[in-house]
C-alpha cells in the first residue's frame, strides 16, 4: 500500500514543482516584454505584447497551472491526488495552445528569424520552457481525468478567436489604419489561404496527440494500481483490506488533521475483489479503522 501511495506523492511533488516552474516563468517571460520598451528584431514590445498569442496563451497556461497547485500540495498531504475533471480540461486547452506556440515558433519563425532570436531573452522562457514544461505535466503527471472525445474540440475555442482577431486587425484594418502588422507573417510571407485553412487542423491534431498522451500515461498508472492491489490483497478478506490501507495510510501520513478517505483507491480494492461490499461500507470501515489508529 505504501508504494502506490509514495508513487501519488511524487507525481504530486513532480505536478508541484513543474506547474510553479511555469508560473514563474511566465511571469519573468511576460515582465521583460513589458520592460522592454523597444527590440529591432520585434514590434509588439510593452503593452503591446499582449497582441501575440504567445503571450496570451502562455498566460492561459500559467493560470491552468496556478489552478493545479492546491491540489498537489493536498495530495501531498493526504496521500489522494485528485484534480476536478474542468480544472483537467481547461489545463488540455491551455496546453494545446502553447503546444501550438512551440511549433510554430520551431517550424515557422525561427527558420525565418533564427533558432538563437526566437528561443534566447523572454522567448526563452515563452517559446521553449513553458512549452515543453507544460507538455510533461498535462502528460506525466497528471492522471485524475481521461480527456473525453468531445472534449478535445474545446481547445479550438480560443485559438480560432485569436485567428479571428488576427485577420481582422492584419488584413480587414492593417495596420495603416491602427491595425497590426503581420508579425506572424501569416499574411504576407504565405499565401492567406494556406494557414486559414491549416490552423485549425494542426490545433485539433496537437490536441488529439495530447489527448492521447495523456489517456494513456492515466490508464498505464491506473493498471499499474490495480494490479498491485491484486498482487497485495488478492487472497485476502476486503474488509481486513480496507482496514490495512486505513493503518498504514495513518502510519504513513501522521497527519493529525482531517480525515481524507481514499474513494478512487478503495473502488480499486472493490473492483479487483470476489467478496461483495458497497462502497459506503467501505468508507465507513476505513474511516473507523483511522479513528482506532489516531
Given at each position: 500500500m505504501?508504494?502506490?501511495?509514495?508513487i501519488?506523492?511524487?507525481?504530486?511533488?513532480?505536478?508541484?514543482l513543474?506547474?510553479?516552474?511555469?508560473?514563474?516563468?511566465?511571469f519573468?517571460?511576460?515582465?521583460?516584454?513589458?520592460t522592454?520598451?523597444?527590440?529591432?528584431?520585434?514590434?509588439?514590445m510593452?503593452?503591446?505584447?499582449?497582441?501575440?498569442?504567445?503571450v496570451?496563451?502562455?498566460?492561459?497556461?500559467?493560470?491552468?497551472?496556478?489552478?493545479?497547485?492546491?491540489?498537489?500540495?493536498d495530495?501531498?498531504?493526504t496521500g489522494?491526488?485528485?484534480?476536478?475533471?474542468?480544472?483537467?480540461?481547461?489545463?488540455?486547452?491551455?496546453?494545446t495552445?502553447?503546444?501550438?506556440t512551440f511549433?510554430?515558433?520551431?517550424?515557422?519563425?525561427?527558420?525565418?528569424?533564427?533558432f538563437?532570436l526566437?528561443?534566447?531573452?523572454?522567448r526563452?522562457?515563452l517559446?521553449?520552457?513553458?512549452?515543453?514544461?507544460?507538455?510533461?505535466?498535462?502528460?506525466?503527471?497528471?492522471?485524475?481525468?481521461?480527456?473525453?472525445?468531445?472534449?478535445?474540440?474545446?481547445?479550438?475555442?480560443?485559438?480560432?478567436?485569436?485567428?479571428?482577431?488576427?485577420?481582422?486587425?492584419?488584413?480587414?484594418i492593417g495596420?495603416e489604419?491602427?491595425?497590426?502588422?503581420?508579425?506572424?507573417?501569416?499574411?504576407?510571407?504565405?499565401p492567406?489561404?494556406?494557414?486559414?485553412?491549416?490552423?485549425?487542423p494542426?490545433?485539433?491534431?496537437i490536441a488529439?496527440l495530447?489527448?492521447?498522451g495523456h489517456?494513456?500515461?492515466?490508464?498505464?498508472?491506473?493498471?499499474r494500481?490495480?494490479?498491485?492491489?491484486?498482487?497485495?490483497?488478492?487472497?485476502?478478506?476486503l474488509?481486513?483490506?480496507?482496514?490495512e490501507?486505513?493503518?498504514s495510510?495513518?502510519?504513513?501520513?501522521?497527519?493529525?488533521g482531517?480525515?481524507?478517505?481514499?474513494?478512487?483507491l478503495?473502488g480499486?480494492?472493490?473492483?479487483?475483489s470476489?467478496d461483495h461490499?458497497?462502497?459506503?461500507?467501505?468508507?465507513r470501515?476505513?474511516?473507523?479503522?483511522f479513528?482506532?489508529?489516531a
Open positions: 505504501d508504494r502506490v501511495m509514495k501519488t506523492q511524487r507525481q504530486c511533488l513532480l505536478a508541484l513543474s506547474s510553479v516552474i511555469v508560473v514563474i516563468c511566465v519573468i517571460g511576460i515582465t521583460m516584454n513589458l522592454t520598451l523597444y527590440d529591432e528584431n520585434f514590434d509588439h510593452g503593452i503591446r505584447t499582449f497582441c501575440m498569442f504567445t496570451n496563451s502562455n498566460i492561459l497556461a500559467a493560470l491552468s497551472m496556478l489552478l493545479c497547485i492546491p491540489y498537489t500540495i495530495g501531498l498531504r489522494d491526488y485528485y484534480l476536478p475533471d474542468w480544472v483537467v480540461v481547461l489545463m488540455h486547452i491551455s496546453v495552445a502553447v503546444s501550438l511549433l510554430i515558433s520551431l517550424c515557422i519563425l525561427a527558420p525565418v528569424k533564427g538563437v526566437i528561443f534566447t531573452g523572454s526563452f522562457f517559446h521553449g520552457v513553458c512549452p515543453v514544461l507544460s507538455i510533461l505535466t498535462f502528460c506525466c503527471y497528471i492522471r485524475s481525468h481521461k480527456i473525453r472525445l468531445w472534449e478535445s474540440f474545446l481547445p479550438l475555442i480560443p485559438v480560432f478567436l485569436y485567428a479571428l482577431v488576427y485577420l481582422i486587425m492584419v488584413v480587414f495596420e489604419n491602427g491595425g497590426w502588422n503581420d508579425f506572424y507573417g501569416f499574411a504576407t510571407r504565405l492567406l489561404w494556406i494557414p486559414v485553412v491549416s490552423i485549425l494542426l490545433t485539433y491534431g488529439a495530447l489527448r492521447w489517456n494513456t500515461c492515466c490508464q498505464k498508472s491506473r493498471e494500481d490495480v494490479e498491485f492491489y491484486r498482487q497485495a490483497y488478492g487472497d485476502t478478506d474488509v481486513y483490506s480496507v482496514a490501507m486505513a493503518r495510510r495513518k502510519k504513513e501520513l501522521r497527519s493529525d482531517g480525515i481524507v478517505i481514499p474513494t478512487r478503495i480499486y480494492l472493490i473492483q479487483n470476489s461490499m458497497e462502497p459506503q461500507e467501505a468508507y470501515r476505513y474511516f473507523e479503522v479513528l482506532e489508529e
